[in-house]
């Protein structure tokens, strides 16, 4: 054998869940001081392999190697022992405790002798040492998820481990937030740690990534150097087929409005007010996408139409009619969809099947019920029409969705809420966590939405995701919209400026070069 070891060889990794082939004869090969993307599809097993790295599952076949020598993980706690550390999709944070709490949670190492101040100063230095800044007196509760990854990471950190596995730590962070993390990740690979990375976003993976390792349908699919790569062929190996550009579409907005907000001021959950004076308009046939930083009111906009807090002042018109003190259940009767951002807190019932999600909400209406008794047979068949024809896999009805890859989630919200045929569809951050086929496919559906004359308040931090889809661009800062631009003028550039901040003068509206 020549060169040097691999530090983590994992070779023919089999596993099954029931009758169901997540990973077959899977190979995975890490080496020192390296970042290495793992990527594939929604469902092409990359967690599951992770999960088994990291001793959450058993492989039914298959061998483990660390630095050259046969490991047996069969716990999470084999794996710390071995220097493994997971940044888990779905962070496993217990919100009411502190930070430092967190970070030493479950570490027998600390115990309660340690006590609030020491833990505190000990939290803080690991965070200095590692660039990783936030407060270890904050409640987790209290921070924005960008804080709770720190949270995630530090309390990696802090039981000594050499290979950090990150499960798409940049689905649910802003732009900030993602450069904030690549310096983090950096650094981290230039103190010795190995990360592996898992994204669907391709930018990512040539910004940060060293080598590349794509999964298809639950086997390897290709073994990549990042530099010598390019989109294209890593989208080949994921998906395997070539992409379709985005059709380009012709005008569909009338002149019919659907939604009118004016003056429309709120408070945050803890008193804070979030918006400061919104007013907009969203016509029939038009995506109104709402660009902005995470945190500057975004959230909070799209719960007041939804009905889910309550304005302190403004008006919400819907057809005609002030919304703004309606529930939710009296919002949705008015043709209003929704697809929240959380979907795993709001959108869904983990414990419930496929075909339960997919009537959740009006599985008290016909056909659904009758009389108070739930028809089993007809809430099946619309199960599994919807899951084909939202190519929910896999395509089982009865398949419980906490079991569903993240993206797999996102379809069955998708699904249940574009069904309706809404007049209004307010969605948030639509294709986060999605892979590129299925990002391709949700755009596909919401112009579809837009082009059947449905009026669509589109909240996205991503800002290639609103400039492909929207007609018109918001830009939320402070609670407020700071400038509404057409869709041709909205460069990247000159959003990015307006979501740090930075007010236009008539100036800067002059084309450059005059
Ligand atoms: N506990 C489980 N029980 C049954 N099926 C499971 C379980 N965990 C995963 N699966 C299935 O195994 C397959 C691989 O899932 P996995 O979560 O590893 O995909 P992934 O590549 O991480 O996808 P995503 O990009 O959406 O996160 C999926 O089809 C999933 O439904
Ligand atoms: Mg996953």
Same mark, same amino acid.
């Given at each position: 054998?020549?060169?040097?070891?691999?530090?983590?060889?994992?070779?023919?990794? &089999?596993?099954?869940?029931?009758?169901f082939?997540?990973?077959?004869?899977?190979?995975?090969?890490?080496?020192?001081?390296?970042?290495?993307?793992?990527?594939?599809e929604n469902g092409?097993?990359?967690? /599951?392999?992770?999960?088994?790295?990291?001793?959450?599952?058993?492989?039914?076949?298959?061998?483990?190697?660390?630095?050259?020598?046969?490991?047996?993980?069969?716990?999470?706690?084999?794996?710390?022992?071995?220097?493994?550390?997971?940044?888990?999709?779905?962070?496993?944070?217990?919100? !009411?405790?502190?930070?430092?709490?967190?970070?030493?949670?479950?570490?027998?190492?600390?115990?309660?002798?340690?006590?609030?101040?020491?833990?505190?100063?000990?939290?803080?230095?690991?965070? @200095?040492?590692?660039?990783?800044?936030?407060?270890?007196?904050?409640?987790?509760?209290?921070?924005?998820?960008?804080?709770?990854?720190?949270? +995630?990471?530090?309390?990696?950190?802090?039981?000594?481990?050499?290979?950090?596995?990150?499960? #798409?730590?940049?689905?649910?962070?802003?732009?900030?937030?993602?450069?904030?993390?690549?310096?983090?990740?950096?650094?981290?690979?230039? $103190?010795?740690?190995?990360?592996?990375?898992?994204?669907?976003?391709?930018?990512?993976?040539?910004?940060?990534?060293?080598?590349?390792?794509?999964?298809?349908?639950?086997?390897?699919?290709?073994?990549?150097?990042?530099?010598? /790569?390019?989109?294209?062929?890593?989208?080949?190996?994921?998906? *395997?087929? $070539?992409?379709? !550009?985005?059709?380009?579409? %012709?005008? &569909?907005?009338?002149?019919?409005?659907?939604?009118?907000?004016?003056?429309?001021?709120?408070?945050?959950?803890?008193? &804070?007010?979030?918006?400061? *004076?919104?007013?907009?308009?969203?016509?029939?046939?038009?995506?109104?996408?709402?660009?902005?930083?995470?945190?500057?009111?975004?959230?909070?906009?799209? $719960?007041?139409?939804?009905?889910?807090? #309550?304005?302190?002042?403004?008006?919400?018109?819907?057809?005609?009619?002030?919304?703004?003190?309606?529930?939710?259940?009296?919002?949705?009767?008015?043709?209003?969809?929704?697809v929240?951002?959380?979907r795993?807190?709001?959108g869904l019932v983990l414990?419930f099947t496929v075909a339960d999600n997919f009537i959740l909400?009006k599985?008290?209406? &016909?056909?659904f019920?009758?009389?108070?008794?739930?028809?089993d047979g007809v809430i099946q068949t619309n199960g599994e029409r919807l899951a084909k024809e939202f190519d929910v896999r896999p395509a089982n009805a009865r398949a419980i969705v906490g079991n569903l890859s993240g993206g797999n989630q996102q379809k069955v919200v998708l699904g249940r809420e574009l069904s309706e045929?809404?007049?209004?569809?307010?969605? %948030?951050?639509?294709?986060?966590?999605l892979?590129?086929g299925s990002?391709?496919y949700v755009?596909?559906r919401?112009?579809?939405?837009?082009?059947?004359?449905?009026?669509?308040?589109?909240?996205? %931090? $991503?800002?290639? @995701?609103?400039?492909?889809?929207?007609?018109?661009?918001?830009?939320?800062?402070?609670?407020?919209?700071?400038?509404?631009?057409?869709?041709?003028?909205?460069? +990247? #550039?000159?959003?990015?400026?307006?979501?740090?901040?930075?007010? #236009?003068?008539?100036?800067?509206?002059? !084309?450059?070069?005059?």
């Amino acid at each position: 054998m020549t060169g040097p070891v691999p530090h983590i060889e994992m070779r023919g990794i &089999a596993k099954r869940f029931g009758d169901f082939t997540a990973l077959q004869d899977v190979d995975l090969v890490v080496n020192d001081g390296e970042i290495h993307a793992l990527l594939g599809e929604n469902g092409a097993g990359k967690s /599951t392999l992770m999960n088994i790295l990291y001793g959450l599952y058993r492989a039914d076949a298959g061998t483990i190697r660390l630095r050259g020598e046969d490991a047996a993980i069969h716990s999470p706690r084999d794996a710390i022992a071995h220097g493994i550390g997971m940044i888990h999709q779905h962070f496993m944070l217990v919100p !009411p405790l502190t930070v430092a709490e967190n970070v030493v949670l479950g570490d027998e190492r600390s115990g309660p002798i340690l006590g609030q101040r020491a833990l505190a100063i000990r939290v803080r230095e690991l965070g @200095e040492r590692f660039h990783i800044s936030v407060d270890p007196d904050a409640r987790v509760e209290d921070l924005p998820l960008g804080l709770q990854q720190r949270v +995630e990471i530090l309390k990696v950190l802090y039981r000594g481990s050499g290979v950090l596995i990150f499960d #798409e730590p940049t689905a649910v962070l802003t732009p900030q937030e993602v450069d904030e993390l690549f310096l983090i990740v950096r650094s981290l690979r230039d $103190e010795g740690k190995i990360i592996i990375f898992i994204t669907h976003k391709l930018r990512e993976v040539f910004a940060v990534t060293d080598r590349i390792t794509v999964l298809r349908g639950g086997r390897n699919a290709g073994e990549l150097v990042t530099k010598g /790569t390019t989109a294209p062929e890593i989208a080949r190996l994921m998906v *395997g087929r $070539e992409l379709r !550009p985005i059709a380009p579409r %012709s005008a &569909a907005a009338t002149s019919e409005v659907v939604l009118e907000i004016r003056d429309l001021r709120a408070r945050s959950d803890r008193g &804070a007010q979030v918006l400061q *004076g919104i007013d907009l308009k969203v016509h029939a046939g038009e995506i109104l996408g709402i660009a902005g930083v995470g945190g500057n009111g975004q959230s909070e906009l799209a $719960e007041c139409v939804l009905g889910s807090r #309550e304005p302190t002042t403004g008006t919400i018109t819907i057809g005609g009619a002030d919304i703004a003190h309606d529930d939710p259940k009296r919002t949705r009767q008015r043709g209003v969809a929704s697809v929240p951002e959380d979907r795993r807190r709001e959108g869904l019932v983990l414990a419930f099947t496929v075909a339960d999600n997919f009537i959740l909400g009006k599985q008290d209406q &016909a056909p659904f019920s009758r009389r108070g008794v739930l028809d089993d047979g007809v809430i099946q068949t619309n199960g599994e029409r919807l899951a084909k024809e939202f190519d929910v896999r896999p395509a089982n009805a009865r398949a419980i969705v906490g079991n569903l890859s993240g993206g797999n989630q996102q379809k069955v919200v998708l699904g249940r809420e574009l069904s309706e045929q809404p007049k209004l569809l307010v969605i %948030s951050q639509p294709t986060r966590g999605l892979d590129i086929g299925s990002t391709e496919y949700v755009w596909e559906r919401l112009l579809e939405q837009r082009a059947r004359g449905a009026a669509v308040l589109l909240v996205s %931090s $991503e800002l290639e @995701e609103i400039r492909a889809l929207s007609d018109r661009i918001a830009v939320m800062f402070e609670g407020r919209l700071v400038a509404t631009l057409a869709a041709k003028d909205a460069t +990247e #550039e000159r959003l990015g400026l307006l979501m740090a901040g930075h007010i #236009e003068t008539p100036l800067d509206r002059v !084309p450059a070069g005059r």
